[in-house]
């Protein structure tokens, strides 16, 4: 290994305020010149590779000369030169002339910032077609789009560095190879490849949610990554609402963020959440998108989502929760999903809305459900619905089983509280 | 896939728990247990005495020389194990993930060479 090529990595010695300069820059450039790179050659690790090299030479140069008047056009001239180095080296005759000629009309396209095409919304759609593998899509656009490197993503999605990094290897090499374009579909096609990107940016944003603590800076990262993904997603499609619905989802998990621990770092339940601790900004922002995409008259999966977040932040005025409201979202998302989990809430809101047998009979019908039978959520769901409903030994057992399946051990500390209360 | 889990905490800072702190930690590492058998993945597993109590053996050129103390001086020491048998490496991790000793020290995951 001679270097990290990519833009965050766990490695760095670099003095903090140029690097600071240089990474301001670079947040702002980085997937727009991946973007812009690999929609004319198709080659993104290509266009990494030669990014990196330009931001390399950023971080050395610009200390000492200053940040240039523009820096996309700087950080693009030094990655076009070292394209077409890459390009001689490879030597492969005609391959390389063609190459070159694409190169050559990438220079003369105009490089001043504000008029370089943005073509992260064909990158974003080439990151999660459907011949890239699922597991590979979302940390593909975390990597092409803000320059996360490989250990960084795979710490997140708890799988080994090595397999992450074999993971974006093989989903580059598919672009390349299974000649996948980088351009936004077609009308017709937009709602499925839609619901893809939608989907990666989803999961970026809730593996970083993972680290509920917010104890590892890794993943506290992601989470302000995925935002920032879907704040990009919303401006460039104004109008798909579900981009929107997807962004409020979001707005309302951040904004309630500070509530979900109590002084002494311990778990706080969203029922029992001090609603003077959530961020009014950050809600209000959520709720007016969320009403912005109500008057586009197509509802999805992510606008339902951000509706039942949208109830239960309802009581910061009204002082309660309106239970049957929330369950009746849960079964709309149940109709268009299908999803397990959204199983388990709608049980939760029925037996919060005063009938814990129901919710307890709704959490049966999911025992032949394999994924569920390690699903943290799952068992202390159960739990405790067992222990309202008066099956004290079921509910500890369940309680047990769910503390056994935790990764958070503040969500370890609040289950055990539980039992210890049974 | 059979797959070692090696915990490894700060023995310093187990010695200085209390009671209190120590007991939910036993009835974490118990439910963890637990959950494994129930899952069906579990191999066995077990606690280790403080590395104080340890001896290491080396025999040099025909000498057997017995040590006092673990076999490397570490600031994070080996404190337990488990063996897992599950699909793949990702199993493997998300288990490793819920190990209580995760949160305190760290847990290394070692296939086991098949015989």
Redesign the interface.
Known sequence: MSRAPYLVSSAGALDESSRAAAEGAARSSYGRLVAFLSARTRDVAGAEDALADAFEAALREWPITGVPQSPQAWLLTVARRKLVDAARRRRSGEAVADTLQVIDGIVSEPAVDDSLPDDRLALMFACTHPAIEASARAPLMLQTLLGFDAATIASAF???PA?MGQRLVRAKAKIRQAGIPLTVPERGELPDRLAAVLAATYAAFTEGWADAAGASVRRRNLVDEGLWLARLLASLLPTEPEALGLLALMLYAQARRPARRDAAGDYVPLALQDSRLWDRALLDEAEALLHLASTLARPGRYQLEAAVQSAHVARRISHRTDWPAIVGLYDALWHITASPVVAINRAVALAEAGDAAAGLAALDALTAEPRL??YQPYWAARASLLSRTGRLDEAREAY??A???????AV??YL?GCLLKL | MKYLLLIANEEAAMKAMTPADMS?MI??Y???????V??GVMGGGERLQPTATATTVRVRGGKTEVLDGPYADTKEQLGGYYVIDVPD??AA??WA??C?G??HGAVEVRPIQAM
Not at chain 1, 403 to 409: H, M, Q, S, Y
Not at chain 2, 30 to 36: L, P
Request: charge should be positive; charged fraction near 30%; aromatic fraction near 2%.
């Open positions: 708890l799988v080994s397999t039978r390690d047990r089983l503390i056994g399946l935790a990764t958070d051990e370890r500390k055990q | 939910p009835a974490a118990t439910a963890f247990s637990e959950a494994m129930k899952a490496l990702d991790l998300s993930a819920r209580p995760a949160s």
